[in-house]
T-cell receptor
Framework: DAKTTQPPSMDCAEGRAANLPCNHS???????VYWYRQIHSQGPQYIIH???NNETNEMASLIITEDRKSSTLILPHATLRDTAVYYCISHSGNMLTFGGGTRLMVKP | GAVVSQHPSWVICKSGTSVKIECRSLDFQATTMFWYRQFPKQSLMLMATSNEGSKATYEQGVEKDKFLINHASLTLSTLTVTSAHPEDSSFYIC??????????????????FGQGTRLTVV
């Protein structure tokens, strides 16, 4: 699995959009980009994934650059309950290797 | 979505005893399950890959005789921490890959995670 790099922490005001970046410059052609989040003392929760097209679901949007070397997870209207560690992972089908993630703090 | 159930959620045990943690996929079959360990304020570290009907594959630095993994069916994998010591205290998390439409895991099949087990060895 390709290595991903994310900023260690970010703050976001409640109600505003949270944009979480991820670099995956060594990603290979068949590896999907997955996003999970982990709320304190719980297992990771799936958010969204994509290969090369932008994706949207009820939780978030995923924007992948044309060269696939980076992506951005967008939480359109962050709430206090979105405070968590967000992990960007490239997935080759064998295993998921977690990097350090981004600790998102949503503030009132 | 699919559910992975992990039991127990938390356990406290005495040093030198063994603890078994169960990971079940409730509504799908999982030929492959993964065991992670997470220390406070750190990321998840993969310990081993558990394959149904075969021996687990351990990551470098993880003692296979200390962390026994059994994947006896398509819906159950167990991790036994043998002769636990205080340094084994951690948050243990399992995950399972669904088989997907092709019948095998692929990069387009998401992993489902259990809720984790907090182990405290005293």
């Amino acid at each position: 699995d390709a290595k991903t790099t994310q900023p260690p922490s970010m703050d976001c005001a409640e109600g505003r959009a949270a944009n979480l970046p991820c670099n995956h410059s060594t990603i290979s052609g068949n590896e999907y980009v997955y996003w999970y989040r982990q709320i304190h003392s719980q297992g990771p929760q799936y958010i969204i994934h994509g290969l090369k097209n932008n994706e949207t679901n009820e939780m978030a949007s995923l924007i992948i650059t044309e060269d696939r070397k980076s992506s951005t997870l967008i939480l359109p209207h962050a709430t206090l309950r979105d405070t968590a560690v967000y992990y960007c992972i490239s997935h080759s089908g064998n295993m998921l290797t977690f990097g350090g993630g981004t600790r998102l703090m949503v503030k009132p | 979505g699919a559910v992975v159930s992990q039991h127990p959620s938390w356990v406290i045990c005495k040093s030198g005893t063994s603890v078994k943690i169960e990971c079940r996929s409730l509504d799908f079959q999982a030929t492959t399950m993964f065991w992670y360990r997470q220390f406070p304020k750190q990321s998840l570290m993969l310990m081993a890959t558990s394959n149904e009907g075969s021996k687990a594959t351990y990551e470098q630095g993880v003692e296979k005789d200390k962390f026994l993994i059994n994947h006896a069916s398509l819906t159950l994998s167990t991790l036994t921490v043998t002769s636990a010591h205080p340094e084994d205290s951690s948050f243990y998390i399992c995950s399972a890959l669904s088989l997907g439409q092709t019948g095998t895991p692929s990069s387009n099949t998401e992993a489902f995670f259990g809720q984790g087990t907090r182990l405290t060895v005293v």
